[in-house]
């Protein structure tokens, strides 16, 4: 803008018409000092000069050839551009005042008569040229100052906007902050155990105080949990040393609860990297450490289902042996009525056992279900009439499942198994009386949850009290085999985590939540069924009862398998007195070259499921590639499902130690079902 002012005005253009040339060069010498002369020797010419200049003043000759001056100034006059320039009148004659009245009405300014005197004309001219210059320099600053309001007032728009795109970048980021479950803080470096204060972030629904509540002396600081407190205060060296530190630690929250706050600070330092402050950012990590305490319970409760299955096979094995001596004994030798209550009592305690055994697998999830369509008011009898004998007066009982929920699919004795610890629980927990609800509804999950339960239909019974509740450091172990609140002698500790592997087993989990002094709410997740029960009583005939076992009257050779010395030689005594013919061989392997030698010599397979070399699984497949009607049976003190289930569908499983009516029915139905196929000649 400055360079503006700073260029040199031209020379103001001064118009001289005449028609003769001395006249001309005479006043073009006198008034060149004053501007820059233009001539022109007729009015026409002058008229074409003015058509392309401006001038600062006009001296124009009367009487001209052609154009006269009058008519010239007329012409003049009449033009917008020309119409204010100043004419002075050229003349040597007619000084009448009626030629000169005339010469003022054409818009003459002044006379100059012939022969003119050169100052005086000099000084008429330079009058009206200093006037034009003033002009054109007021015209000039007019412009600059337009120039000068347009460019503040664009200025001010650009500022303007700026300000407004930077207010509207900081609303926006504030509002993402906001969205964030971060807040912002900023420490001074002398503060006493490193008191925050916040500047930013979304605050309220991070911890549910306004940043001018938790500004005030040291309220941040008291929340933090007693045990977390020095963590805390130890990250103010780690930031002395290495300019940055990272802390997780758990905060009271105004509903009492703790949150995982993960806090990152890093150091503020001046020009001279000397320290100045501390900034940091608070992330609620809550859920995060929830997922990754899940995830830590569940691997531990899978390593203990492991170890709970490895146990079981072993165990299954050496009470099938003790169950198996028992019933030899009893039948081989006469007993006194001392020595029959000696073995009634071992028996006893060795089917307590069993019975231990089978609730340890259904922890680890390898018990074998029974799955079918369960409406959950088909139970609802059942389970009153069993429920009626252990709550006693002081409990009620509420059984509050609507018509409308979705079919289970389920074992449905494995269910009331399940129901029926959750009760007792439930009764245990209220000493004084109180209310056990048993209810149901359908829920519809879109996504797989924290849990591991996957998309799908699921039924979720509930089994509600309103006893003493669960403290929130036991509500995460009650589901861990053996763990029990209850005095010594009054419980396993494993109703609630043969639950929860029925539940996981049956493609579905547990969920417990409680509060101490107000009760416990169990649920228990179960998979929709895919189809509707079918009524067999209207399509199709009712099953015959299984008859009872008879003592085989032809005599059949039956191949017994099992690695475990005294299961085989227990079993195989079974056999033998009821009729059979055993040959026993010690593991899957002694089994395939009996069966490669003599492939039609047995009429049934007997074998153990876990064998080392060579497995169960690899004995029926062996068999029957050999023969493909060959009838086997499968006995097991554990197997894995997803393994056991591989086998051909006509192959039946019964877990040891087995029920000797149940272990000889099934021998006999598969006997009598290989006899049918085989063609009379």
């Known amino acids: 803008m400055s360079d503006l002012f700073a260029q040199p005005s031209p020379r103001a253009r001064i118009l001289v018409v005449d028609d003769d040339d001395r006249n001309l060069i005479a006043i073009e010498t006198i008034l060149d000092p004053v501007g820059q002369v233009v001539s022109a020797n007729s009015g026409e010419e002058a008229l074409r000069y003015l058509l392309k200049q401006d001038f600062a003043v006009i001296l124009l000759d009367v009487f001209m050839p052609g154009l006269d001056g009058y008519e010239t100034a007329h012409f003049i006059r009449q033009r917008e551009q020309s119409r204010y320039t100043p004419i002075i009148f050229l003349t040597a004659i007619n000084k009448e005042d009626a030629h000169m009245l005339r010469g003022y009405d054409m818009g003459a300014v002044d006379y100059v008569f012939k022969p003119f005197d050169p100052t005086i004309l000099k000084s008429k001219v330079s009058v009206f040229v200093d006037l034009y210059d003033k002009s054109q320099e007021i015209r000039r600053s007019a412009v600059q100052q ?45 503060d006493v155990g490193r008191i925050p204060r916040f500047v930013g972030g979304d605050l309220y629904t991070l911890t549910g105080y306004q940043a001018t509540e938790l500004n005030t002396q040291t309220v941040w600081t008291d929340r933090i949990h007693p045990d977390d407190q020095i963590l805390r205060s130890n990250t103010l060296a780690a930031l002395l040393n290495s300019g940055a530190a990272v802390c997780e630690y758990r905060w009271q929250g105004p509903d009492g609860r703790y949150r ?4 990152q600070a890093v150091l503020l330092r001046n020009e001279d990297g000397e320290p100045i402050g501390i900034a940091g950012t608070l992330l609620d990590v809550t859920e995060r450490r929830q997922l990754e305490d899940s995830l830590v319970q569940s691997q531990k409760l899978d390593a203990v289902g492991k170890l709970t299955g490895g146990v079981a096979h072993d165990l299954n094995n050496l009470l099938a042996s003790v169950l198996g001596g028992l019933r030899l004994v009893e039948r081989r030798t006469p007993l006194t009525d001392d020595v029959r209550q000696i073995v009634e009592m071992t028996r006893h305690a060795a089917e307590q056992g069993a019975e231990l055994i089978r609730r340890m697998l259904a922890f680890s999830r390898r018990q074998h279900l029974r799955p079918d369509v369960v409406h959950l008011n088909e139970l609802r009898g059942n389970m009153e009439g069993m429920v009626s004998h252990i709550l006693g007066g002081l409990v009620r009982f509420e059984w509050a499942v609507g018509e409308n929920l979705w079919p289970a699919y389920v074992d449905a004795g494995q269910l009331e198994l399940a129901l029926m610890n959750l009760i007792v629980n439930a009764r245990d927990a209220m000493p004084d009386g109180g209310t056990v609800r048993v209810s149901a509804e359908n829920r519809s999950i879109v996504r797989e949850t924290a849990a591991g339960v996957g998309a799908g239909d699921y039924i979720v019974v509930s089994v509600s009290d309103t006893g003493c509740g669960i403290s929130s450091e036991n509500l995460e172990k009650v589901i861990e085999p053996f763990f029990t609140t209850k005095d010594i002698g009054k419980g396993t500790g494993l109703g609630l985590s043969t639950v929860y592997g029925f539940a996981r087993q049956s493609g579905g989990t547990l969920s417990i939540t409680s509060l101490v002094g107000s009760g416990t709410n169990v649920e228990i997740w179960l998979p929709r069924s895919p189809v509707e029960k079918v009524d067999l009583d209207k399509t199709g005939p009712k099953q015959q009862s299984r008859p009872k076992p008879k003592r085989s009257v032809e005599k059949y050779e039956i191949l017994l398998v099992d690695d475990t ?40 397979i007997i074998t153990d499921f876990a064998m080392p070399i060579v497995s169960g699984l690899e004995v029926v497949r062996f068999a029957r590639n050999l023969r493909a009607d060959m009838p086997v049976l499968i006995i097991t003190g554990y197997a894995d499902t997803s393994e056991i289930s591989n086998r051909p569908s006509n192959v039946p499983v019964i877990g040891k130690p087995y029920d000797e009516r149940e272990f000889l029915a099934t021998i006999h139905r598969l006997l009598r079902t290989r006899r049918a196929a085989v063609p009379r000649i």
């Open 260 to 263: 995982h706050f993960l806090d």
């Open 146 to 190: 337009q120039r000068l309001l347009e460019e503040t007032l664009r200025a001010n728009t650009e500022r303007l906007e700026m300000e407004k795109a930077l207010r509207h970048a900081e609303e926006r980021q504030a509002l993402i902050l906001r969205s964030l479950p971060v807040a912002l803080y900023e420490e001074k470096i002398d």
């Open 565 to 604: 010395p005294l299961v085989r030689d227990t079993t195989a005594a079974i056999l033998s007195e009821n009729g059979f013919s055993v040959v026993a061989a010690a593991g899957g392997g002694e089994a395939l070259a009996l069966l490669e030698k003599e492939p039609q010599r047995f009429d049934l």
